[in-house]
Structure formats: C-alpha cells, structure tokens
C-alpha cells in the first residue's frame, strides 16, 4: 500500500519529532519533512507538495495562519490539520475561514492524533459502517468509569454535561471544532439550560478533578504523560481526548 505524505510543523522540536515517529510507524503515513520555523515549513510544503500537513500556529518567523494563508493562495491541496495549544472559538473559526481542514487542540497523544487523522480523512463512510459500536448503555459505562478514576464526582452538574459532551464528539467529531455554537447548545437543549451555564457547569467539573491530584490517572488512561502537576486542560480539550479514546478502542 503507498503511504500517504505528510508534513509536519511545529514549534517544539521535541513535539515535532514524536508526532514523525508516530506517523512514520502507521502503515499509512510517511512523513517528507518536518520543520519548526514558518518560512521553513511553507518552502517544505511548497517542494513536496504533499496530502496532509499537522500545522501549529506558533512558529517561528512566519506563524501558523500565515502557512496555512501562502499555502492556500499557492493552491496547494494538502489536508491541513491545526494542531496547537490555543483552543478558543475565534481562532478555530478564523483558521477554518483560511482553509484548515480540521483543528485539534493539544495535549493530544501522538497516537490519538494519527487515529484522529486516519478516522477523518482516509476512512470512507462504507469502511465506517461495520465498525462495532456498544449501545448508548455501555457508552455512559465506560465514560463513567473514567469519570470516577479522574475524580469527577457524579452530584456536580457538569458530570452529566460533559458525559453528554463527549458522546456527542463520539457520535459527530466535528462537533468538538465548533463548542461555543453548537456543543454547548445542543446540551443546554438537552438539559433544560443555558450554553453558559453547560460552559461553567463542565469547567467546574474539570476543576474538581484536578483539585483532586489525579493527575497519575489521568495519564494513565492515554498511556503518555499527556499532562503535568499544574497544568489543566480547557473543556474542548478534555472532551476531544476522552472521545478520541472511545473512538479508538471502538466507540
């Protein structure tokens, strides 16, 4: 089978050369070049012309909108996935505006984002089908038991708002690149209430668990170290990293 071409910037070089390694050991990606600077990165995207690209937006010289902007006005056709650390609604919505393809905000596994990759763009919806889905029932199950290793206790209201949350993002992952509009929403319409309270309620819930000192847990469940002491992610984060779990284990 020919391993599709991929491209791979990002600002730290240590971060770029995991996510390498990871695509190079999938039977379907090979990675033709990596780079942590901007002007860099669009002269490589420029010589390999290649299908795929994980793009940061903080680079160095030129940053990533500026990529994805020369990219696009290039013509090039590559699928560009935005992976950075800036999670915010604007920003999601201004690199889509400018031609990203998919955003994925970090911490993210190496291994998620590959599975992430790979389920979004290289599986048609007939290869989709036979896969095996648990009932709603199952689902709640296993979501609910990470809840309970994390330190998510079930009274607070945020508990059944981010359960809600993150099986929609199982159902409909390109609901995670839009929470403000429509994630939010869609479980305020659920739930009786409003987006900002839904906002709130799974921020506290996140808040809970960290208070708690879970963090060996929670790192145990992805398989990395994808967080250390001190660090917490935004709600968008939490919730894409437990679907893409499901995802991957079958969800």
């Known amino acids: 089978m020919q391993k599709r071409t991929i491209v791979i910037l990002q600002d730290n070089p240590l971060r770029a050369k995991e996510l390498e390694e990871a695509f190079n050991k999938s039977e379907e990606f090979t990675v033709v070049g990596t780079a942590t600077d ?13 299908e795929f690209c994980i793009l940061d937006l903080v680079l160095q010289n030129l940053d990533g909108l500026g990529v994805l902007e020369r990219a696009r006005k290039a013509g090039l056709k590559a699928k560009i996935i935005v992976f950075c650390s800036l999670g915010r609604e604007e920003v999601i919505e201004t690199c889509m505006a400018k031609g990203a393809d998919y955003y994925i905000t970090k911490p993210c596994p190496p291994i998620t984002l590959v599975g992430r990759v790979k389920d979004l763009f290289l599986t048609s919806n007939s290869e989709r089908k036979p896969i095996k889905r648990p009932n709603a029932a199952s689902l709640d199950e296993r979501i609910s038991k990470i809840f309970i290793s994390v330190g998510i206790p079930p009274h607070i209201k945020g ?3 981010l359960r809600e949350g993150i099986k929609m ?9 839009n929470i403000t509009k429509k994630l939010y929403p869609m479980i305020g319409e659920k739930y009786a209430t409003t987006p900002s309270k839904v906002e709130r309620a799974i921020r ?29 992610p935004t709600n968008g984060e939490f919730i894409a990293l437990i679907a893409d779990k499901m995802l991957l284990e079958g969800a």
């Open 38 to 50: 901007g002007e860099t990165g669009i002269g490589i995207l420029l010589a390999t012309d290649p």
């Open 159 to 161: 508990y059944g708002y």
């Open 169 to 177: 993002a199982v159902e409909t992952p390109d609901v995670i690149n």
């Open 204 to 232: 506290h819930a996140i808040e809970v668990a960290w208070s708690r000192g879970r963090i060996n847990n929670i790192n145990d469940l992805f398989g990395v170290q994808t967080y250390l002491t001190g660090e917490k």
